[in-house]
């Protein structure tokens, strides 16, 4: 359900950047800002800078940047809304929500409320079972075989689900739930030979509720604590409105920011897989949950990181049986690196056997890019077999052909010949034709037709043919340098009777910017002063659109500033543009214009290229008012400046 636009605008007024920031890295004062390692990626120095002043945050190394309510986006993984109903409840703000919903938008919000309060009230009797008589005599004595320490069991809320028909049922009913609501979150099932009678789905088993992103629990898998051949030894949740097995990742809400800072995410199969590299201090991992990966996970995984290492068993049927994931997130985007584990050994049983500094160096001495993994994989039955050994270069081959990026590609394919001992150009034949298969998958027709008209080279990684698909319109520094005065100094006086922006939009008002995000700016801010606002950089933080707030951050953010003590002991004073907005803004006008003559230029020496005879002389003296022209305006920009009069 939406909220309210009033309750958008009081978090927006209440919140504190130093606050919300605080509660996840610690903050030091050095002059006006406020300085911190950043937590989104691993570093010795600080880079990460806060402006209580203009309450927002930038990292200076990893780029990241915005104000409060897209730090806890960028910190938690949360889309804007509920970015806003977190700082709402951390500031005890009230959510109204908007009243003029569809009652069927509606319905569907309250259905989803009511699951996650049902599957967290279950989430917490499960964790409390763990006290009773058998909750502790056997599922908290499984847990603690397993080497899980009480911060652990509590960290990942595991529970326990009593042996019995109706324990969860009939606490629930007491608490006030009813049984189709229960029904509907998968805690409870319905009698197949008696309508209307209800018993608990888990019962007997440890507990291992699955969380989403802001740490709500939205299903459970739950492992059988008998030695009953009948029954599976794992059953989960089915899926509801809330739980979409094939788009949730087991740990990913315990791993998120570990995942941001050491900047790599490993993958396994297993919940105790998870656990136990949590005990050893690894908990930048996620677990698949036994499912094949999907291209939800894959997304899921890209919002954190590009950085992917798969851990596999140590038996060939399992990693065999798994070789596709890797190339689903090779096609995802995903750097890919794997490690395999020795015969008979998992992350959870190697990791509690090896412990903290046995597994870590384990996993830096293992790991391997996806083509030394898939080469080796293939080279023990490849050896002395040519059969054999040309369908592992194919392998091989189709795995580099996922990847989207053409010099990855490229550098991928090198490395490859080199491993294989084989020509560069054979590999990248082979590599062309899968690419070909892969294009005519996708754009039958586009394809098919180049495909019989255009030679082969046309679809090397890297090619022009390629490239030109990804063209993007030219970007001037001036336009960018134009919009960042405006935003900072707009509202500034140039003189007794003009602002900043008035001088500026009046300069250019017959230019076009060539760069989107430029002129999308410059609109916006053409369209507050139209509405009487005269718009300071607080206004365009509020667009809702991330692009558009990255270019202001960066235009407005603090950078490292000089000592005072250069001013106050040593006498030496450093300009500021601030100090002369009249040189600051004519210049910045005049290096536009300079810009886009040259630009001018530039496309009339192409018509003058392909002119036909009768037409150059005009092209010519065309083109000589535009150097006059440009010229002067260089000079002017080498010249001492006016003053404001």
């Keep these: 359900m939406a909220i309210s636009n009033q309750t958008t605008d009081k978090v927006r007024e209440q919140v504190d950047i130093e606050e919300v920031v605080n509660d996840y890295v610690p903050l030091k004062r050095k002059g006006q800002n406020l300085w911190a390692c950043c937590p989104f990626h691993q570093e010795s120095t600080p880079s990460f800078s806060v402006s209580p002043a203009k309450q927002i945050y930038k990292c200076f190394g990893c780029g990241k940047a915005g104000d409060p309510i897209q730090f ?28 003029n919903l569809d009652p069927a938008d509606i319905q569907e919000y309250n259905e989803k409320e009511s699951l996650y309060i049902a599957l967290n009230y279950a989430k917490d009797f499960f964790h409390k079972n763990l006290e009773s008589g058998e909750g502790a005599s056997i599922g908290l004595s499984y847990l603690k075989e397993r080497g899980f320490d009480p911060a652990t069991i509590e960290k990942f809320e595991l529970g326990y689900s009593l042996d019995g028909w109706d324990h969860l049922l009939k606490k629930a009913n007491g608490a006030g739930f009813e049984e189709s609501n229960l029904l509907k979150a998968g805690l409870i099932l319905e009698r197949e030979n008696k309508p209307g009678n209800f018993y608990d789905r888990f019962r007997g088993r440890v507990m291992f509720p699955i969380h989403n992103l802001s740490g709500k629990a939205i299903a459970f898998g739950a492992r059988i604590m008998t030695k009953d051949k009948k029954q599976p030894k794992y059953i989960n949740s089915p899926e509801t409105v809330i739980y979409h097995k094939s788009d949730v990742l087991y740990g990913i809400y315990q791993a998120k920011q570990s995942i941001r800072q050491t900047d790599k995410c490993y993958l396994v199969e297993g919940y105790t897989d998870v656990i136990s590299m949590h005990m ?57 690196k794997a490690v395999v584990f020795p015969p008979n050994e998992d992350p959870d049983s190697f990791a509690r056997k090896s412990g903290k500094e046995g597994f870590r160096k384990f ?120 919009i960042r005065i405006l935003i900072n100094y707009g509202f500034e ?12 939009l ?6 076009k910017f060539s760069t989107p995000i430029y002129q999308e700016l410059l609109d916006h801010y053409k369209n507050a002063l139209r509405q009487g606002l005269l718009p300071k950089f607080d206004y365009f933080l509020k667009i809702q659109n991330t692009k558009i707030k990255q270019e202001v951050i960066d235009m407005i953010a603090p950078t490292r500033e000089v000592s005072k003590n250069w001013e106050t002991k040593h006498q030496i004073f450093s300009k500021r543009e601030s100090d002369d907005l009249s040189e600051t803004t004519y210049k910045a006008s005049l290096k536009l214009k300079s810009a886009y003559l040259k630009r001018m230029r530039d496309e009339l020496e ?3 290229k392909l002119a036909k005879e009768g037409e150059i002389d005009a092209l010519l003296t065309m083109h000589m008012e535009l150097t006059q022209l440009k010229s002067q305006i260089d000079r002017e920009l080498g010249n001492v400046v006016p003053s404001k009069n």
């Design 363 to 482: 996993l830096e001495k293992e790991e391997k890019d996806f083509i030394h993994f898939k080469i080796d994989l293939f080279a023990k039955d490849a050896a002395d077999d040519p059969i054999k050994k040309a369908e592992a270069i194919r392998q091989v081959v189709l795995s580099i052909s996922k990847v989207p990026d053409p010099i990855i590609r490229s550098v991928y394919a090198k490395e490859s010949a080199r491993l294989l001992g084989m020509e560069e150009d054979i590999l990248l034949t082979e590599l062309n034709r899968q690419l070909l298969k892969n294009q005519q998958k996708t754009k039958p027709s586009k394809f098919q037709k180049e495909a019989d008209s255009s030679p082969i080279e046309a679809f090397l990684p890297g090619s022009p043919e390629e490239e030109n698909i990804k063209i993007q319109p030219r970007s001037f520094k001036e336009e960018r340098e134009l």
């Design 72 to 99: 806890i986006m960028d910190i938690e993984g949360l889309g804007f809304t509920e970015a806003i109903r977190h700082l709402a409840k951390k500031y005890g703000i009230e959510v109204e929500e908007e009243n």
């Design 280 to 336: 050893v201090g690894v908990e930048n991992v996620v677990a698949s949950s036994g499912t094949s990966l999907t291209e939800s996970q894959i997304k899921l995984i890209k919002r954190f990181t590009d950085q992917v290492t798969v851990l596999y068993d140590g038996d060939d049927a399992g990693i065999n049986a798994s070789l596709r994931g890797i190339d689903m997130l090779l096609e995802g985007g995903l750097n890919v």
């Design 493 to 504: 006086m140039v003189s007794e009777e003009m602002h900043v922006c008035e001088y500026l």
């Design 606 to 608: 192409e018509k003058i």
């Design 506 to 511: 009046e300069e250019i008002k017959e230019l």
